[in-house]
T-cell receptor, first 117, second 110 residues
Framework: KAGVTQTPRYLIKTRGQQVTLSCSPI?????VSWYQQTPGQGLQFLFE???????NKGNFPGRFSGRQFSNSRSEMNVSTLELGDSALYLC????????????????FGPGTRLTVL | QQQVKQSPQSLIVQKGGISIINCAYE??????FPWYQQFPGKGPALLIA?????SEKKEGRFTISFNKSAKQFSLHIMDSQPGDSATYFC?????????FGSGTQLTVLP
């Protein structure tokens, strides 16, 4: 079974631009979660989508948004990029049917490395 | 508010030694305690996980020890190998999300 795929793997943008990242979950998985990973803040939860609905949201500004399509693929958008948005953005998929991470193992993709200049 | 504190930040162990990484949490509502392993250029991968009704779980060379009263849990890697060199993250899970520790960079010397 193919793993979680993320595109693109690397991205360079300038301040003020916007960016869209894509995540394709493991086949059969309906939940997609997004995380931001930085050396200073570590892994921080952005949001989770299940069946095209945002089920949970972390503590990030409204510039960070996402959506999920009917095939469970998800996109994350960051508008008005800031230098501090430079990070590795990870998506993780899980079955999502239990609604709890204790029974929904999350499988991470390799991430998209975003650099904001 | 830091919900999970992980230590040490880095760890160097000789091949064949025992690596121990610790995590402490604050909220007793957490009900899932996984450890993730991350190699450079890769996403984190689930290594082993435990629920609070169990005090210890072992899978191969990896063991989680869980102390509910102290709100602490730890990862023990027995017979550490150079291939174990990676960054390890503990996490705490609730109904809706995982919250990760800051990570421990483990280096196993040959």
């Amino acid at each position: 079974k193919a793993g979680v795929t993320q595109t693109p793997r690397y991205l360079i943008k300038t301040r003020g631009q916007q960016v869209t990242l894509s995540c394709s979950p493991i086949s059969g998985h309906r939940s997609v979660s997004w995380y931001q990973q930085t050396p200073g803040q570590g892994l921080q939860f952005l949001f989770e989508y299940f069946s095209e609905t945002q089920r949970n949201k972390g503590n990030f500004p409204g510039r960070f948004s996402g959506r999920q399509f009917s095939n469970s693929r998800s996109e994350m958008n960051v508008s008005t990029l800031e230098l501090g948005d430079s990070a590795l953005y990870l998506c993780a998929s899980s079955l999502g049917t239990s609604g709890k991470p204790s029974t929904d193992t999350q499988y991470f993709g390799p991430g998209t490395r975003l650099t904001v200049l | 508010q830091q919900q999970v504190k992980q230590s040490p930040q880095s760890l160097i162990v000789q091949k064949g030694g025992i690596s121990i990484i610790n995590c402490a949490y604050e909220n007793t509502a957490f009900d899932y305690f996984p450890w993730y392993q991350q190699f450079p250029g890769k996403g984190p991968a689930l290594l082993i996980a435990i629920r609070p009704d169990v005090s210890e779980k072992k899978e191969g060379r990896f063991t989680i020890s869980f102390n509910k009263s102290a709100k602490q849990f730890s990862l023990h890697i027995m017979d550490s190998q150079p291939g174990d060199s990676a960054t390890y993250f503990c996490a705490v899970g609730s109904a809706r999300q995982l919250t990760f520790g800051s990570g421990t960079q483990l280096t196993v010397l040959p």
